[in-house]
């Protein structure tokens, strides 16, 4: 009889891969362990769930449990977790309710995820400190907060902040995504924030342009902001008062710690499993580990980053998922490429919509071997007769030798998140600045000038490179 395909992990890259794999090869089992309650769900609308936007837990669910059994026949046993594997005797070790055992596989796919970094700060252990990676993290927020959390059934949250006092005001220690998208959703909830960025801008990743239009943004949405200002300690007895950044504490009664994610790689380390150089784990272009027969995916794993050909990290949904989804094909039997990443995100940041994809960053241009040159420019969202159009902020890299386009970044009031995705699209085909300045966009009044902002900047930055 056939072991089993087995995969670590039930959220996106994990249950992508044994839907697909069960949907092309039927007759075959596929067994998902899930060290906790939730599954397929979508964490980057946790925020939104604090805000209010999102109503209850359930609502960030995509397919539940059930579903995954019942209809598609996956064996996923939720509440058991992996805690040792053998790539030799092709076994996992299993700790479940009903005690340890060991589980064979004939392919083994590792989906263990990331990890919200914890900084070694005095303080992270104080009452009222959060970080935000789980569902169970987005409901102990909501309580803090004070705000009822229905349909919490599925893991009950912690309830230390029953008999506290309403929160008037929060530290989010971070500037990067979680930071900016908790800044909004906090302040919706009627707190005083600070936002902390050791950096002298926040969303490092989207450029320096785009970043000081949303700080300006942000200012006028009364967020406090700290750039340049490291946080030295979180102030507190038991629960925590301030934040010492600089030379002074900041009186808070929250604090909310984003400062990046880490990859789960400790299961695979042990394994003797290959780490690469992001410190992720390392994978060809089909998924497969250094070990035969274990796949990696999802915001474990790393991949090739279409514009430099190098390995990276960058941990996005969209990754996930179609990485899980490839490997899933390839397991039954139709080997299939994971893709390149060009770390195309977006942000929603009150009023503004603020995009990137590829190499924005000239420094690390360079350093992957180009000659970068860039260019900003402003250009409106719509015609310029039509009402309610506004400037859309567009930088465009590109590379001087070849002419090649090598990343962008866009902030706007409207228009920004789907643009960048016809950037993205001239990345994966190596487009240079002529060609996506001839792209054959649509036009309409209410929806862009004639020249697109995506043409324009294309012939400005081709301009400069000639």
Known sequence: MTAPVVVVGGDAAGM?????????????????FERGEWVSYGACGLPYYV?????????????????????????????????????????????????????????????TGARAVEPPLDGMERDG??????????????????????????REAASVYADAESPESVGIIGGGYVGIEMAEAFAERGLDVHVFEMLPHTLQPFGAEAAATVEDHLREQGIDLHLDTPVGAIRGDERVTAIAAGDEDV???????G????????????????????????????????EDHVYAAGDCAEATHVVTGEPDHVPLALTANREGRAIGQTLAGDPTPVGEIAGTAAVKAFDLEVARTGVIDEDAAREAGFE???????????????????????????????????????VGREGVAKRID?????????MTAHQLSYLDLAYAPPFSPVWDPVLTAAKVLEGKLE
């Open 16 to 32: 992508s891969a044994a839907s697909k794999f069960k949907r092309d090869a039927p007759e075959r089992d596929v067994v998902v």
């Open 51 to 111: 805000k209010g936007a999102v109503e209850t837990l359930e609502d960030l669910v995509s397919v539940t449990p059930e579903a995954f059994v019942e209809e598609r026949g996956i064996d996923l046993r939720t509440h058991h977790e992996v805690t040792a594997i053998d790539p030799e005797d092709r076994t996992v070790t299993v700790a479940g309710p009903d005690g340890e055992f060991e589980q064979s596989y004939g392919d083994l796919l590792i989906s």
């Open 129 to 154: 400190v959060f970080t935000l990676h789980s569902m169970h993290a987005g409901a102990e927020i909501r309580r803090a907060l004070g705000v009822e959390t229905p349909s919490v059934d599925r």
């Open 251 to 257: 009186p808070v009664d929250l604090a909310l710690v």
């Open 259 to 290: 400062v990046g994610v880490a990859p789960n790689t400790e299961l695979a380390e042990d394994a003797g499993i290959e780490l690469g150089p992001t410190g992720a784990i390392a994978t060809d272009e089909y998924g497969r580990t250094s």
């Open 372 to 410: 970068p040159v860039s260019v900003t420019i402003t250009a409106p969202s719509r015609a310029h007769y039509y009402p309610g159009g506004s400037e859309i902020q567009f930088t465009i890299v590109g590379d001087r030798e070849s002419g090649r386009v090598l990343g962008a970044s866009m």
């Open 422 to 430: 016809t950037v993205a699209a001239a990345l994966h085909a190596e």
